[in-house]
């Protein structure tokens, strides 16, 4: 990710994990200052992240890990959070992502987590990682408000 801190969470393709990504999450976001809101936001972005990499990357297969990491930068007073989740999976071409707002998707009843990662999240990069498997690297910076602001 980058030399500023990282918080790093290895394991097995397991749903249970899914909730305590989110605890981790949350707590970083209260460390950056991010407001309730934003916090929900965040987490629902992580959560769907990390359901595709276990179901769609790892395909439930619970020997296959999924890497989840939390950077917060600057280190000193972190303004930013950035979230970068690696499967083990086979891969795909990010460009081929259905549109779920497609009249022909709209009815489906998956095909929106990559959608509402990037409705949530400031930036958004989907590619194959160098390791192996896919790699979504999300990224939310805190507001700053115009009376704070020089």
Do not use: C
């Not at 409705?119 to 939310?140: N, Q």
Request: aromatic share 6%; net charge negative; hydrophobic share 45%.
């Amino acid at each position: 990710m980058t030399s500023d801190p990282v918080v790093r969470l290895t394991f097995r393709s397991h749903f249970d994990m899914v909730d305590f990504v989110q605890v981790v999450s949350d707590e970083l976001g209260k460390i950056v200052g991010f407001d309730g809101d934003s916090i929900h936001w965040i987490g629902v972005a992580v959560r769907e992240s990390v359901i595709n990499a276990i179901k769609h990357g790892n395909q439930d297969i619970e020997d296959k890990l999924v890497t989840v990491e939390f950077g917060l930068a600057p280190p000193a007073e972190p303004k930013r959070l950035t979230v970068r989740v690696v499967d083990q999976g086979d891969g795909f071409d990010p460009v081929e992502i259905a549109d779920p707002l497609a009249p022909e998707n709209l009815l489906k009843s998956s095909g929106r987590g990559v959608f509402f990662m990037r409705s949530l999240m400031d930036d958004v990069r989907i590619r194959r990682a160098p390791e192996g498997g896919m790699e979504v690297v999300m990224v939310k910076t805190l507001a700053v408000s115009r009376e704070s602001a020089p």
